[in-house]
């Protein structure tokens, strides 16, 4: 991985993390404003203004919090939320209502009308009720809302079946089916209380290679010459999700979101002028894409285990608690000591962590310099699903968040308190 040291310590944005450790303490994470803003510009450059009629989604659930919603807003992109938590989130941000698009398979009646009071730009219809509750919601509401359904366009991706979407047997997204889909369309296209504007579809994530994100646009496009063909209906936006591959270890090699937009315009483009089509609006939804390299994680050694001829187990003092991304898909991190940067390898470890699981190990088998406690181990690329899958397992705090800009730093989350992991507990007057 690329980065830069001072006296011997990791710099990020102009910061020493051996500083930022001491002053906001461990586990922390640290999110590069510097780095977001870089992949934000590569998008403003490479696909918003290169085409017309296009925008980019920002997937919150990579990483939600009120001040990366504030970076989001500034780049002028809409934002994409999944549940009444996300929409909250976005709406305390003063996130402009109109540029959120509400995804999500299993939306309450709650959430419904939630994202209708706020009035959200899109919602997107996962599910085959969704059509009528919304109308009915919007009809009490004297409201029209622009939807978009999921389609699940059957294609294969190569990347953990875990994070895999797009494929026949999926939750997410309506089948394309005669009798399944089309039902559907008629539905929304008669129903005055919905706006039917188009497709959605998210084949997968950490993807390098295009041809899933190519194959289902070519099944948007066949579904919008079938839309005009049976309906005389004309569709005005396409949106091809996210999903974009980032670099977690060396081994990483993505590409850049050209290498995926372009292709994919070509083909929007070309069967506009074939067919004589105005041309659709077409959105984009990436969310690791943007942030995960931004991002790191910084833990304080503690617990040196060494079993000879086999292995040694360093424990920092969080793990799967605040990045669950191991455990859960045997994703692959690679680390460096942020205090001895400049020091070179010395040993072959296994960095664990400190919960009670035997998959908690953050990565197996790194060479570091040699290792001691009280050293602070930092994690590259963990800004996107760490933080917004950090969970209270053994009543572990999530950790404080802090966001730096060219040498500043400042705490955008606080690290939750041991009060606060208990303070929605009671105990039942049975018990007392
Ligand atoms: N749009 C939709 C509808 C999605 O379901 C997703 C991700 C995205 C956009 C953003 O995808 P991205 O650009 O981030 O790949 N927790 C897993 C990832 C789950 C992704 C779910 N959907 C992980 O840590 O790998």
Same mark, same amino acid.
């Given at each position: 991985?690329?980065?830069?040291?001072?006296?011997?310590?990791?710099?990020?944005?102009?910061?020493?993390?051996?500083?930022?450790?001491?002053?906001?303490?461990?586990?922390?994470?640290?999110?590069?404003?510097?780095?977001?803003?870089?992949?934000?510009?590569?998008?403003?450059?490479?696909?918003?203004?290169?085409?017309?009629?296009?925008? &980019?989604?920002?997937?919150?659930?990579?990483?939600?919090?009120?001040?990366?919603?504030?970076?989001?807003?500034?780049?002028?992109?809409?934002?994409?939320?999944?549940?009444?938590?996300?929409?909250?989130?976005?709406?305390?941000?003063?996130?402009?209502?109109?540029?959120?698009?509400?995804?999500?398979?299993?939306?309450?009646?709650?959430?419904?009308?939630?994202?209708?009071?706020?009035?959200?730009?899109?919602?997107?219809?996962?599910?085959?009720?969704?059509?009528?509750?919304?109308?009915?919601?919007?009809?009490?509401?004297?409201?029209?809302?622009?939807?978009?359904?999921?389609?699940?366009?059957?294609?294969?991706?190569?990347?953990?079946?875990?994070?895999?979407?797009?494929?026949?047997?999926?939750?997410?997204?309506?089948?394309?089916?005669?009798?399944?889909?089309?039902?559907?369309?008629?539905?929304?296209?008669?129903?005055?209380?919905?706006?039917?504007?188009?497709?959605?579809?998210?084949?997968?994530?950490?993807?390098?290679?295009?041809?899933?994100?190519?194959?289902?646009?070519?099944?948007?496009?066949?579904? &919008?010459?079938?839309?005009?063909?049976?309906?005389?209906?004309?569709?005005?936006?396409?949106?091809?999700?996210?999903?974009?591959?980032?670099?977690?270890?060396?081994?990483?090699?993505?590409?850049?979101?050209?290498?995926?937009?372009?292709?994919?315009?070509?083909?929007?483009?070309?069967?506009?002028?074939?067919?004589?089509?105005?041309?659709?609006?077409?959105?984009?939804?990436?969310?690791?894409?943007?942030?995960?390299?931004?991002?790191?994680?910084?833990?304080?050694?503690?617990?040196?285990?060494?079993?000879?001829?086999?292995?040694?187990?360093?424990?920092?003092?969080?793990?799967?608690?605040?990045?669950?991304?191991?455990?859960?898909?045997?994703?692959?991190?690679?680390?460096?000591?942020?205090?001895?940067?400049?020091?070179?390898?010395?040993?072959?470890?296994?960095?664990?962590?400190?919960?009670?699981?035997?998959?908690?190990?953050?990565?197996?088998?790194?060479?570091?310099?040699?290792?001691?406690?009280?050293?602070?181990?930092?994690?590259?690329?963990?800004?996107?699903?760490?933080?917004?899958?950090?969970?209270?397992?053994?009543?572990?705090?999530?950790?404080?968040?802090?966001?730096?800009?060219?040498?500043?730093?400042?705490?955008?989350?606080?690290?939750?308190?041991?009060?606060?992991?208990?303070?929605?507990?009671?105990?039942?007057?049975?018990?007392?």
């Amino acid at each position: 991985m690329d980065f830069e040291t001072k006296n011997g310590h990791l710099m990020w944005d102009g910061c020493d993390t051996v500083a930022l450790a001491q002053e906001f303490g461990t586990p922390l994470y640290v999110f590069s404003q510097t780095m977001i803003e870089e992949k934000c510009q590569e998008l403003q450059r490479d696909f918003v203004e290169k085409y017309d009629n296009v925008r &980019v989604a920002f997937a919150s659930k990579a990483f939600s919090t009120l001040a990366m919603l504030k970076i989001i807003e500034k780049q002028g992109f809409s934002l994409d939320v999944v549940s009444d938590g996300e929409l909250y989130t976005a709406v305390k941000a003063e996130f402009p209502a109109a540029h959120i698009e509400m995804n999500g398979n299993n939306k309450s009646i709650e959430e419904l009308e939630m994202a209708i009071d706020y009035g959200v730009g899109r919602i997107i219809i996962d599910s085959l009720q969704e059509v009528a509750l919304i109308a009915a919601i919007a009809k009490e509401k004297q409201r029209v809302v622009d939807i978009l359904f999921r389609i699940t366009p059957e294609v294969n991706v190569q990347t953990h079946s875990f994070i895999s979407t797009g494929q026949k047997d999926s939750k997410f997204g309506i089948p394309i089916d005669e009798a399944i889909l089309f039902p559907q369309i008629k539905q929304a296209i008669e129903t005055p209380e919905v706006n039917f504007l188009g497709f959605h579809f998210h084949v997968g994530s950490q993807l390098f290679d295009n041809e899933a994100h190519l194959a289902a646009v070519g099944i948007a496009l066949d579904l &919008v010459r079938l839309v005009k063909e049976r309906f005389d209906y004309t569709i005005k936006e396409l949106n091809f999700g996210g999903g974009f591959g980032v670099r977690y270890t060396d081994a990483d090699q993505p590409k850049p979101f050209s290498y995926f937009t372009d292709p994919m315009m070509a083909q929007v483009l070309a069967f506009c002028e074939e067919e004589q089509f105005p041309q659709p609006a077409i959105v984009i939804e990436p969310g690791r894409s943007i942030v995960a390299e931004a991002g790191i994680s910084l833990h304080k050694i503690g617990a040196i285990k060494e079993l000879p001829g086999l292995r040694k187990y360093v424990s920092i003092d969080g793990g799967m608690t605040d990045n669950i991304r191991p455990g859960l898909y045997e994703a692959e991190y690679t680390g460096i000591l942020a205090n001895k940067a400049d020091q070179p390898a010395a040993e072959t470890v296994t960095v664990s962590g400190k919960a009670c699981e035997s998959t908690d190990i953050l990565v197996k088998d790194i060479e570091l310099p040699t290792v001691e406690a009280g050293d602070i181990f930092a994690t590259f690329s963990t800004g996107a699903y760490g933080y917004s899958m950090a969970s209270n397992y053994n009543k572990l705090a999530i950790p404080a968040v802090v966001l730096t800009n060219d040498g500043q730093a400042e705490c955008i989350v606080k690290r939750q308190t041991l009060d606060q992991i208990i303070q929605n507990e009671e105990i039942p007057s049975f018990l007392k």
